[in-house]
Nanobody, 118 residues
Framework: QVQLVESGGGSAQPGGSLRLSCSAS????????MGWYRQAPGKQRELVAT???????DYADSVNGRFTISRDNAQNTVYLQMNNLKAEDTAAYYC????????????WGQGTQVTVSS
């Protein structure tokens, strides 16, 4: 079973930046897709960004152009660089791993809180 540990959450002002990290317990080159989701109070969990072994990426419209997902294969870590933060980015952010393209099994991290306010 893949284990995921997130870090990097915290508080930022509007227009500021944060970088989230997700460390996996095995080589991320053996995982089909990894990504970030978020859930704000009273809202459903939504996709923020995802990346596959083939290098494709997908972003929510609300973060496209502001957030960037990347990976460090040597460190088995996926990052989410968040720039130009807005108050509406406030949420709990969760790392996700889907080990197989053909088996719908998802692994989730414990979450890290991001709060954007003045």
């Amino acid at each position: 079973q893949v284990q995921l540990v997130e870090s990097g959450g915290g508080s930022a002002q509007p227009g500021g930046s944060l970088r989230l990290s997700c460390s996996a317990s095995l080589r991320i080159t053996s995982i089909y897709a990894m990504g970030w989701y978020r859930q704000a109070p009273g809202k459903q969990r939504e996709l923020v960004a995802t990346t596959t072994l083939g290098g494709s990426t997908d972003y929510a419209d609300s973060v496209n152009g502001r957030f960037t997902i990347s990976r460090d294969n040597a460190q088995n870590t996926v990052y989410l660089q968040m720039n130009n933060l807005k108050a509406e980015d406030t949420a709990a952010y969760y790392c996700n791993a889907r080990p197989s393209r053909f088996v719908m099994r998802d692994i989730w991290g414990q979450g890290t809180q991001v709060t954007v306010s003045s």
